[in-house]
């Protein structure tokens, strides 16, 4: 079975700079993809970034960023120049490939202040 | 420009009481999937389809049925509804390798039952 992992409940960020976001994941699987959503308090899910396990090369999006380490099941998440429309909870996600069935982990709350 | 649907947003229910939650997509995707979000917690998935005529369950399906008749149509039912079924439920599609593997979530359905 795949478990994700957000050891993280909550954390804080002052505008402008930069916060990382942990998630660790357990599978057997070899070929998968792993997710970063956002969730603001309207509930809506947003995509925030994407990796394909067989990339070694992590995926950037504007401010966004990852830092995947296939070996240790790591995918944490880089957000630079944090603004104040960051704040929401965010999501680390795992499918398995071929599969379209996500594996989410329990969330990390994001505060930027002013 | 729709993506997914999700009807109705909001809904009390009465404990023993049956429902259906609606979802539509117009993007043409072969996979459909349901999931509840409960306080604290990420998604979980309820069921998937692969295609119309094909359904399977999730990590919790007990308490909820679903078809899938037409290519853009997922329903939820609740045939006799508990207060442990009160969480936030999403829709969500995808076109699988077609679309990067993302998925695409509807707003979600806020569900009460008293």
């Known amino acids: 079975a795949q478990t994700v992992t957000q050891s993280q409940p909550e954390m804080s960020v002052q505008e402008a700079e930069t916060v990382t976001l942990s998630c660790t994941y357990d599978t057997s699987e070899n070929n998968y993809y792993l997710f970063w959503y956002k969730q603001p308090p309207s509930r809506q899910m947003i995509l925030v970034i994407r990796q394909e396990a067989y990339k070694q090369q992590n995926a950037t999006e504007n401010r966004f960023s990852v830092n995947f380490q296939k070996a240790a099941k790591s995918f944490s998440l880089k957000i630079s120049d944090s603004q104040l429309g960051d704040t929401a909870m965010y999501f680390c996600a795992f499918m398995k490939q071929n599969f379209n069935k996500f594996y989410f982990g329990s969330g990390t709350k994001l505060n930027v202040k002013p | 420009n729709a993506g997914v649907t999700q009807t109705p947003k909001f809904q009390v229910l009465k404990t023993g009481q049956s429902m259906t939650l609606q979802c539509a997509q117009d993007?043409?995707?072969?996979?459909m999937s349901w999931y509840r979000q409960d306080p604290g917690m990420g998604l979980r998935l309820i069921h998937y389809?692969?295609?119309?005529?094909?359904?399977d369950q999730g990590e919790v399906p007990n308490g909820y049925n679903v078809s899938r008749s037409t290519t853009e149509d997922f329903p939820l039912r609740l045939l006799s509804a508990a207060p442990s079924q009160t969480s936030v439920y999403f829709c969500?599609?995808?076109?699988?390798?077609?679309?990067?593997?993302?998925?695409?979530f509807g707003e979600g359905s806020w569900l009460t039952v008293v």
């Open positions: 389809s692969v295609g119309a005529g094909i359904t």
């Open positions: 969500a599609s995808s076109a699988g390798t077609a679309s990067g593997n993302t998925i695409y």
């Open positions: 993007m043409n995707h072969e996979y």
